[in-house]
């Protein structure tokens, strides 16, 4: 079974300091892996996606994530943290053969203080 | 402008009522989703329609119902047979269900709240 791992519900960091959101995953085959931002109240907003080509993706909002093959990781980082950053970060896996169906992970709650 | 609007944005409703969740994009997509989300839980997956006049269970589809008369509609019935329908009810779609490399564009969300 298909299934998407984000180990922290929480992570807390200081305004200026890099922040990281761990995600792994577990699947069959080579999924398409993606980050979503939800604010309070509101549907989930697109960041970045992995789909081939260069382990490294950047996506909005000065954030990028790594895919890293050999440890089933997708890790979303951002360099300088904002207080605006503060919200609710899903991973989500999708394979070719699931009728566009993704796996999304219970979500990490990122709070930046100033 | 182009996008997925749900509808109402808080609905409530006493125990052993049927209501219908409005969800409509017009981004000419071809497949569309319902989930739940609950605290801590992530996102769930109701129900999904890949083709007009077709849909399929997901992972929890017990007590929650579909239809998919037009493209552009897609509209979620919580039965009273769903024991625990309090949640956060999010709407999406994609282009097309094979396009599994595209993300998928998600509705504002209607919020259900059982008295």
């Known amino acids: 079974a298909q299934s998407v791992a984000q180990p922290e519900d929480q992570v807390n960091v200081a305004e200026g300091n890099p922040l990281t959101v761990k995600c792994t995953y577990s699947?069959?085959?080579?999924?398409?892996l993606f980050w979503y931002v939800q604010y309070p109240n509101r549907g989930l907003q697109f960041l970045l996606k992995y789909i081939t080509g260069d382990n490294l993706v950047k996506g909005s909002y000065g954030f990028e994530a790594e895919f890293n093959k050999s440890q089933t990781s997708f890790h979303l980082k951002k360099p300088s943290a904002l207080v605006s950053d503060s919200a609710l970060y899903f991973c989500?896996?999708?394979?070719?053969?699931?009728?566009?169906?993704?796996?999304f992970g219970d979500g990490t709650t990122l709070t930046v203080k100033p | 402008d182009g996008g997925i609007t749900q509808s109402p944005k808080y609905l409530f409703r006493k125990e052993g009522q049927n209501v219908t969740l409005s969800c409509e994009q017009n981004?000419?997509?071809?497949?569309m989703y319902w989930y739940r989300q609950d605290p801590g839980q992530g996102l769930r997956l109701i129900y999904y329609?890949?083709?007009?006049?077709?849909?399929q269970k997901g992972d929890i589809a017990e007590g929650y119902s579909v239809s998919r008369e037009k493209k552009e509609s897609f509209p979620l019935t919580v039965t009273s047979a769903q024991k625990n329908p309090t949640a956060f009810y999010l709407c999406?779609?994609?282009?097309?269900?094979?396009?599994?490399?595209?993300?998928?564009?998600f509705g504002p969300g209607t919020r259900l709240t059982v008295l």
């Open positions: 989500a896996a999708s394979l070719n053969t699931n009728a566009g169906k993704s796996t």
């Open positions: 329609s890949q083709i007009v006049n077709d849909f």
């Open positions: 699947v069959s085959g080579n999924p398409y």
């Open positions: 999406a779609s994609l282009p097309r269900p094979q396009a599994h490399h595209n993300e998928q564009f």
């Open positions: 981004l000419n997509h071809d497949a």
